[in-house]
């Protein structure tokens, strides 16, 4: 019974699994297919051929290549931003112990709940000087990412042994050398979660990227796939092509790092 019943739980999860996976295989597979008479006549059929005329035009007519490059820039330097800044917060939260510490926990807290679209308005109004650029983007997806990357280093931190801080204090460690040479090796996995989670949520942004970036050639590859969508006539093949090319990154991005956000997350879930 209990073999029965473990095929059966195993049936179940490669089922959900393919039901998961079979609108990324058929996004794909009508990526090649040569015109949407094809992808409306036979919608569930392989294409006839295989052809990457569809991606030429999404990389040329598009501008994929350059929407690309720039949402690698926001994407790496919105991740590498998120991660330190997140990680030097999280030590001072996580280790040390200081006066209204859990009120700047709270607060934080209070960051991660608030809805995006309350805080539009205000900085549509705070140009800084960086409107219309990249910064514009990368600024706001930094400060919308750091609260969770903050609470979830704190959590981390505060869940390694307190033998550490001691043995590095009798050895005459400092705390700026404990920090960079013991607790950041050690925290790895909250590392590879912090990133691989920021790049997941800046890398397919869409309403800020649309808001704050008016030049063409400073567009992101979420909002570069509005050129394909015209009034009267999509090209849904060129339109799936460049759709499969933004979400292959992101899907490599997790399949490669899964493991340790698993690892992050349970390991700053333990205190």
Known sequence: MSRTSSHLKRAAWLFLALLFLFPMVWMVLSSFKSSNVEIFGQPFSPPHHISFANYQKAIRQGRMGSYFINSLWVTGLSAAAVVCFGAWAGFALGKARFPLRKAWLALFFIGMVLPVQ????????????????????????TAQNLPVAILLF??????????????????????????????????KPAVATIGVITCLNTWNEFLMAMLFIIDPGMKTLPVGMIAFEQSHNTDYPALLAGLSLISVPTLLVYAIFNKQVIRGVIAGAVK
Do not use: M
Not at 118 to 141: C, E, K, M, N, R
Not at 164 to 173: F, N, P, R, S, T
């Open 118 to 141: 309350s805080y539009f308005i205000p900085l549509t109004g705070l140009a800084l000087g960086v409107h219309d650029s990249l910064w514009a983007l990368i600024l706001p997806y």
């Open 154 to 187: 704190s959590a981390y931190f505060d869940s390694l042994p307190v033998e550490l801080e001691e043995a590095a204090k009798l050895d005459g460690v400092r705390t700026a050398r404990f920090y960079f040479s013991i607790l950041l090796p050690a925290a």
